[in-house]
């Protein structure tokens, strides 16, 4: 029976091993991939015919108090999930008598306002990018749009098309939107549609070969140089403070600027003390073998929660990273391909509480998934020290251990608490697991002065003592050598 007992038991361990405990990976410190137990597992795909509405090509996703609005660019509508993923309505109900006439959108975002009246209603923005202009829709699908802001880019005989691609709004109602074609950054519109001023201007960046070769170039050629244009910005996302979270292609080849968080300033804000830069993958192949992408990621959106977390898609490997509000690579998952939980081309990503939907814009569909118990834990260490409470924080970090050894950030996070409670030595022990050289000195440096306090006072008397000492043994000395020598003085 015992026998039998421990066959069985044996058994449930191969089988919980296989198919609950997926591998996901992560870097080492050297940029080297590490087996990390999967953070997130897909739950269901939404699809056309699941929610019986027909789909031509879906362009933008955006979750607004547990509904998801899609938007789709080829039969120019708009569709509504509630938080169940069941279908609620669309607009236009009727193609054939749709009195806003949108082509080809490609951005959607949707927030509460308080109309005239003082009542608080939903209003859903749309970049309606073929016919140049942004419309603002109420819930009774009354709507208002804004055409060509009075910018100098758009005026004239070399005048730039107005093409909004996608739109944001903050809390004061300002607009921003990514057009085609605009260089010059994000346009902020005022809540009445005048144009404000553009806002993150990406710089021009030339690589090192061309900078070689225009040591050699004449004053023209140089002057051609200038003709180099900045990378547009691709999708942002803006939070609960007005910050906007951006991603762009990378200016230099390095990617290093491909993330942004961009103050009311216009100021780059990132936080990034990771020990990589927010770029999506870190180590990759150039060499073009057929089977593997090549090349750094391709990041075409990005989503964050309420307590700093963001996560951003790479179309090119169809895999997701998250990032914590200082900057370090907390997991990644998804990948390309034909399985469940695939993708074919993951374009957009949104935040329903701790799930993230992923829009595939290729198959039409959204997969969910939802934060295994590791993730779960990750999340939630994030969120308590995001929230100052250090100490629970650090008991949440100890638990992630058990489902991963070598889950570096839980030694960081567990000595970060350590460094703020004053136990540097402990502290140093976990930054130096976490091969966190920079916080190990400041804690070896904190440890240091602590034990010069602590031992300083009997230094100094053993100091005093030992001149003390001295000086009685040298006057002992003499007065001993006078009396063997007969001098008194």
């Known amino acids: 029976m015992k ?39 897909h739950v269901k795909t939404i699809t056309p015919p699941e929610i019986d509405v027909e789909i031509g090509e879906l362009t933008d996703m955006y979750v607004h108090n547990d ?36 082509n080809g959108p490609k951005g959607i975002f949707v927030r509460d306002e308080l109309d005239k009246s003082g009542e608080l209603r939903t209003y859903i923005y749309v970049a309606d990018t073929g016919n140049g202009r942004v419309l603002r829709i109420k819930d009774n699908w009354l709507y208002k749009e804004f055409k060509t ?5 758009f005026q004239g005989e070399e005048a ?84 906007l979270y951006t991603v762009t292609q990378t200016s230099d080849g390095s990617g290093n600027d491909m993330i942004k968080r961009i103050n009311t300033k216009g100021v780059d ?42 996560s951003v898609v790479d179309v090119n490997r169809g895999r997701i990273f998250t990032y914590d509000f200082d900057g370090n690579l907390l997991y990644i998952f998804g990948g390309n ?16 509480h701790d799930n993230l939907l992923v829009m595939d814009s290729t198959n039409n569909t959204i997969s969910v998934f939802e934060p295994t118990k590791f993730g779960e834990l990750v999340n939630e260490a994030t969120r308590l020290y995001y929230e100052g409470d250090y100490e629970e924080s650090a008991e949440v970090w100890e638990k992630t251990l058990k489902y991963n050894t070598n889950y570096y950030l839980a030694y960081r996070g567990i000595a970060r608490t350590q460094y703020i409670k004053g136990d540097y030595k402990a502290s140093m022990e976990n930054f130096k697991l976490a091969n966190d050289k920079t916080n190990y000195s400041l804690a070896y440096k904190e440890y240091r002065n602590e034990q010069l306090k602590k031992y300083f006072p009997i230094i100094v008397v053993l100091m005093f003592s030992s001149v003390g000492y001295l000086l009685y043994k040298s006057i002992k000395d003499n007065i001993r050598e006078a009396k063997e020598t007969g001098r008194d003085d």
Do not use: C
Request: proline share 5%; no cysteine; glycine share 8%.
């Open 149 to 153: 802001p009075d910018e100098l880019i």
């Open 3 to 41: 026998k039998f007992s421990l066959i069985v038991g044996i058994f449930i361990v191969m089988l919980f091993t296989s198919f609950n405990v997926k591998a996901g990976y992560y870097y080492s410190y050297w940029g080297t991939p590490i087996d990390s137990v999967d953070p997130y597992t």
């Open 160 to 243: 730039v098309d107005y093409k909004p691609e996608k739109i944001v709004v903050n809390n004061t109602g300002k607009m921003y939107i990514i057009a085609t074609g605009v260089y010059e950054g994000i346009l902020e519109l005022d809540p009445d549609g005048t144009f404000s001023r553009f806002v993150g201007t990406n710089k021009v960046a030339i690589n090192i070969i061309d900078r070689f070769w225009m040591m050699f170039m004449s004053k023209e050629q140089r002057d051609k140089i200038n003709l180099y244009l900045p990378t547009t910005f691709l999708n942002f996302h803006v939070d609960e403070d007005g910050f």
């Open 269 to 310: 804000v990132l936080s990034r003390t990771g020990y990589f830069f927010p770029k999506g993958e870190v180590s990759y192949t150039w060499w073009d073998n057929g089977d593997v992408p090549t090349g750094p990621s391709l990041l075409l959106d990005i989503t964050a929660n309420d307590y700093g977390l963001y």
């Open 67 to 102: 509904n998801i609005y899609l938007l789709d660019g080829k039969l120019n509508k708009i569709v509504i999930l509630d938080e169940n993923y069941k279908f609620v309505k669309q607009f236009p109900e009727n193609l054939e008598m749709d009195p806003v006439k949108m």
């Open 337 to 352: 391909g034909k399985q469940v939980g695939k993708f074919s081309n993951a374009t957009t990503i949104q935040y329903v």
